[in-house]
C-alpha cells in the first residue's frame, strides 16, 4: 500500500504564496513520478506539475513561470512552490505518485488539500 499525505494549503490573497509538501509512504517504486493535480467542482482534475525521480519536470501552461515543482527522494517527498498566486488557481490539489509495472500502471492519489485565492 502506498499513503500520500499533502498539506500546506490554505487561504491566500492574490498575488501571494503558497507552498505544498505530500509526502509518500509504503512500498513505492523508486523510478516513480510525482505529480500535483487540481480540480474545481464541475470540471475534470487537471495536471498542474509532475517530476520524474531523475528530475525532469512538466508544468501546465497556466502556471508556467509561477508555480516550481520540486522533490526530495530521499524524503519521497514532493513540493510544489506557488507564486503569485491568482484567483483562478483556486482549487483542491491533489498528490500523485505513479510508475509502470509488468501488470501495468500504478497510480496512488492524496486526499487533497485546499487552495484558495482571494482577489
Known amino acids: 500500500q502506498v499513503q500520500l499525505v499533502e498539506s500546506g494549503g490554505g487561504l491566500v490573497q492574490a498575488g501571494g504564496s503558497l507552498r505544498l509538501s505530500c509526502a509518500a509512504s509504503?512500498?513505492?517504486?523508486?523510478?516513480?513520478?510525482m505529480g500535483w493535480y487540481r480540480q474545481v467542482p464541475g470540471k475534470q482534475r487537471e495536471l498542474v506539475a509532475d517530476i520524474t525521480s531523475g528530475g525532469s519536470t512538466n508544468y501546465a501552461d497556466s502556471v508556467k513561470g509561477r508555480f516550481t515543482i520540486s522533490r526530495d527522494n530521499a524524503k519521497n517527498t514532493v513540493y510544489l512552490q506557488m507564486n503569485s498566486l491568482k484567483p483562478e488557481d483556486t482549487a483542491v490539489y491533489y498528490c500523485?505518485?505513479?510508475?509502470?509495472?509488468?501488470?501495468?500502471?500504478?497510480?496512488?492519489w492524496g486526499r487533497g488539500t485546499q487552495v484558495t485565492v482571494s482577489s
Open positions: 509504503g512500498s513505492i517504486f523508486g523510478a516513480n513520478t
Open positions: 500523485q505518485t505513479r510508475w509502470m509495472t509488468l501488470l501495468g500502471r500504478r497510480e496512488y
